[in-house]
């Protein structure tokens, strides 16, 4: 029998072992819901959209609607031309959205569809859109499919049509709805006038009325995506999830593109609060600065239960960066961060955080649990925070853990409850303090048990 060795486990390069992220279609799927009146579509088998739609349900804790082209064997064999026409006129005839977003699969992909010829031959009734992205499930992410919908948006609606409209563009890259409201909360508090894009607030975090919405009274209307090419600037937050459609609509309708952090901690939301003072001549109001003034007070008062803690992170990308450098100002030791999804970038800009931190840490993009696992053994940490699926490694490893990303599929709540902002920031900093009180209580009572004895 071979005797592998932690080392020997996270030289693995072919093959992936519980990876940190899930398919392209899932990041598509849920740009589209932020859609007004959008209804995804996954050009595919059945399967594949049952996947789809069941992850975001489970994590959001909200139905999730989307069709699909039912691919059987002739579809898979002869290509899935016939299925989407038939689909577009079925879906338009019953559910009558005011717009279809298609995404592919990995076996529509793998057939080669050439999907804009099939729009084209279409029944599309006057004043309906359709639109598409290419998202083969066998490459890069949950985020690289949102990156590509959003672009995908872009590409189809957006106009320049020489008339200013004042506003600003804002993507919100891949976070829950409670974060985008949090995001839209701030700049209404500035007096900015803005387009968010896309907008799951009231669509995933819908009222209960009583009374069943196909489609929610939330989402960027369709208008305003086209209308998003007359605007001052676009702002893209988190530069794996947003970055290329506002780069996207930089080059299409002269728009200028600034790519930010996803503002979570203290550093990543002042340069956002500024960057929008400088962008649009508005103050940051006294309400705003009294909250941070709030945050610093709560780190100043909770310091000493997590300074010099290590801690390892996983999740997405975007939020793997801008959660590094938060935990790093609050006197953490981010010992391992990792994410699933692809990009030689993300360990450039980690590295360069813990240089600066004389941080001796491991960052690996494309990673897995398994390998972040391994890490744990050679070198324990004292918290682990990632989403749902690192429960495992927490409970084999005796590590109190913060769920916090996506997905969170064992706990409610969470994503009404924002972690961008000044506000998010309070609410991570209780999750971490609160997590390492219970271990310490928890130590301390069997510390008790143990004198009794």
């Given at each position: 029998?071979?005797?592998?060795?932690?080392?020997?486990?996270?030289k693995?390069?072919?093959?992936?072992?519980?990876?940190?992220?899930?398919?392209?279609?899932?990041?598509?799927?849920?740009?589209?819901?932020?859609?007004h009146?959008?209804?995804?579509?996954?050009h595919?088998?059945?399967?594949?959209?049952?996947?789809?739609?069941?992850?975001?349900?489970?994590?959001?804790?909200?139905?999730?609607?989307?069709?699909t082209?039912?691919?059987?064997?002739?579809?898979?064999v002869?290509?899935?031309?016939?299925?989407?026409?038939t689909?577009?006129?079925?879906?338009?005839?019953?559910?009558?959205?005011?717009m279809?977003?298609?995404?592919?699969?990995?076996l529509?992909?793998?057939?080669g569809?050439?999907?804009?010829?099939?729009?084209?031959?279409s029944?599309?009734?006057e004043?309906?859109?359709?639109?598409?992205?290419?998202?083969?499930s066998?490459?890069?992410?949950?985020?690289?499919?949102?990156?590509n919908?959003?672009?995908?948006?872009?590409?189809?609606?957006?106009?320049?049509?020489?008339?200013?409209?004042?506003?600003?563009?804002?993507?919100?890259?891949f976070?829950?709805?409670?974060?985008?409201r949090?995001?839209?909360?701030?700049?209404?508090?500035?007096g900015?006038?803005?387009?968010?894009?896309p907008d799951?607030?009231n669509?995933?975090?819908?009222?209960?009325?009583?009374?069943?919405?196909?489609?929610?009274?939330?989402?960027?209307?369709?208008?305003?995506?086209?209308?998003?090419?007359?605007?001052?600037?676009?702002?893209?937050?988190?530069?794996?999830?947003?970055?290329?459609?506002?780069?996207?609509?930089?080059?299409?309708?002269?728009v200028?593109?600034?790519?930010?952090?996803?503002?979570?901690?203290?550093?990543?939301t002042?340069?956002f609060?500024?960057?929008?003072?400088?962008?649009?001549?508005?103050?940051?109001?006294?309400?705003?600065?009294?909250?941070?003034?709030?945050?610093?007070?709560?780190?100043?008062?909770?310091?000493?239960?997590?300074?010099?803690?290590?801690?390892?992170?996983?999740g997405?990308?975007?939020?793997?960066?801008?959660?590094?450098?938060?935990?790093?100002?609050?006197?953490?030791?981010?010992?391992?961060?990792?994410?699933?999804?692809?990009?030689?970038?993300f360990?450039?800009e980690?590295?360069?955080?813990?240089?600066?931190?004389?941080?001796?840490?491991?960052?690996?993009?494309?990673?897995?649990?398994?390998?972040?696992?391994?890490?744990?053994?050679?070198?324990?940490?004292?918290?682990?925070?990632?989403?749902?699926h690192g429960?495992y490694i927490?409970?084999?490893?005796?590590?109190?853990?913060?769920?916090?990303?996506?997905?969170?599929?064992?706990?409610s709540v969470h994503?009404?409850?924002?972690?961008?902002?000044?506000?998010?920031?309070m609410?991570?900093i209780?999750?971490?303090s609160?997590?390492?009180?219970?271990?310490?209580d928890?130590?301390c009572?069997?510390?008790?048990m143990?004198?009794?004895?």
């Amino acid at each position: 029998m071979l005797d592998y060795t932690p080392k020997e486990y996270s030289k693995r390069e072919a093959l992936n072992i519980n990876p940190a992220k899930t398919c392209q279609p899932v990041g598509a799927m849920y740009a589209a819901l932020g859609i007004h009146k959008c209804l995804p579509h996954s050009h595919g088998s059945q399967g594949c959209c049952s996947f789809h739609r069941m992850f975001l349900t489970r994590n959001f804790r909200d139905p999730v609607m989307a069709s699909t082209s039912s691919f059987t064997e002739g579809g898979a064999v002869f290509g899935g031309g016939s299925n989407l026409k038939t689909a577009i006129k079925n879906v338009f005839s019953i559910y009558n959205p005011d717009m279809i977003a298609i995404h592919t699969t990995c076996l529509s992909e793998t057939i080669g569809d050439d999907i804009p010829t099939y729009i084209m031959s279409s029944q599309i009734p006057e004043g309906k859109i359709v639109i598409h992205a290419n998202t083969p499930s066998y490459q890069g992410s949950h985020i690289t499919g949102f990156s590509n919908m959003v672009k995908g948006m872009i590409k189809y609606l957006a106009v320049n049509s020489k008339t200013p409209n004042g506003k600003l563009n804002v993507i919100p890259g891949f976070v829950n709805p409670g974060d985008m409201r949090e995001i839209k909360r701030l700049m209404k508090e500035m007096g900015i006038a803005f387009t968010m894009l896309p907008d799951t607030s009231n669509v995933l975090d819908a009222p209960m009325t009583g009374k069943f919405e196909m489609y929610p009274k939330g989402g960027t209307k369709v208008q305003e995506i086209i209308d998003a090419g007359n605007s001052t600037a676009t702002l893209a937050l988190g530069s794996f999830a947003s970055a290329d459609g506002a780069f996207e609509l930089e080059k299409k309708c002269k728009v200028p593109a600034k790519v930010l952090k996803t503002p979570i901690g203290v550093k990543a939301t002042d340069e956002f609060l500024m960057t929008l003072s400088k962008l649009t001549g508005n103050a940051v109001p006294e309400e705003i600065e009294d909250e941070r003034g709030q945050l610093v007070d709560i780190m100043v008062d909770c310091h000493y239960h997590y300074h010099g803690k290590k801690v390892a992170i996983f999740g997405d990308p975007d939020l793997c960066i801008a959660l590094t450098e938060f935990v790093i100002s609050l006197g953490m030791i981010p010992k391992y961060v990792v994410t699933g999804t692809p990009g030689e970038a993300f360990e450039r800009e980690i590295n360069a955080m813990f240089a600066e931190a004389g941080i001796d840490g491991k960052v690996k993009a494309l990673g897995d649990l398994f390998t972040l696992h391994q890490w744990m053994k050679e070198e324990a940490v004292d918290l682990l925070m990632g989403g749902t699926h690192g429960k495992y490694i927490a409970r084999a490893e005796d590590v109190p853990f913060v769920r916090i990303g996506f997905p969170i599929l064992d706990r409610s709540v969470h994503s009404y409850m924002p972690i961008v902002g000044y506000k998010g920031a309070m609410r991570i900093i209780e999750m971490i303090s609160n997590a390492l009180l219970d271990r310490q209580d928890r130590d301390c009572a069997d510390e008790d048990m143990e004198l009794i004895m």
